[in-house]
């Protein structure tokens, strides 16, 4: 399994017969090393609905006939736009053929706004767990630091968490240290930073702080062996 970082919050994970994406907001991404028109996932893995993490959701999944699995009022949402959803919500997980989806709680909020300013509802935020290949995956997604964190990691012993540091509107880099602590994972990769001016950040910093676990500073296209 390889699995590569491109800018914000966006992950591509390809595995021996499965290519899945999490959260690809590629169009506006001044980050990210991605085209919208030139990727063709299987999968599209979302943890929540704003705009910045649905992305290019729906006309990559159209054009590609990709799976998109989501929280419930999100994939529902996305269905009316003519994608092929799978709903979960928070503490479901079912078997796919490209791996096991496992959707934990988040604490943020979730609403897609349109063209015309319309802001939908899309349900609760989530995390995602992906299992595949005897590796699991932590996405936390758009979250604070909360203390079920252990609980995640004690029940799911994770080779890969992406966090967010970016702070304003998720953790920052104290609490995603501590969420470190929390999750015990093997590795981490800090996420969902200095794409918009608020949320600028020092991720060597975090580096700094984190104890127990490798953490890997990842520029946009570059990734992990797992």
Known sequence: MYVTFHGHSVVKIKTGEYTILIDPFITGNELTDLV??????????????????????????????????????????????????HPLHIGGAREFEFGKVKLTQAFHGSAYVTEDK???????????????????????????????????GERHPIDLAFLPIGDNFTMGIEDAAYAVELLNPQAVVPIHYDTFPPIKQNPQDFKDLVKGATVHLLSSGAGIEL
């Open 36 to 85: 919208a028109d030139n990727e063709k996932p299987d999968v599209i893995l979302l943890t929540h609905g704003h705009n910045d993490h649905v992305g290019d959701t729906v006309a990559i999944a159209k054009a590609n006939d990709t799976l998109v699995v989501a929280p419930f009022e999100l994939a529902e949402y996305l269905s009316w736009q003519g994608v092929r959803t």
């Open 118 to 152: 319309e802001m939908i509802y899309t349900g609760m935020p989530a995390g995602i767990l992906f299992t595949a290949e005897g590796k699991t995956i932590y996405h936390a997604g758009d979250t604070s630091l909360f203390g079920d964190m252990k609980l995640i």
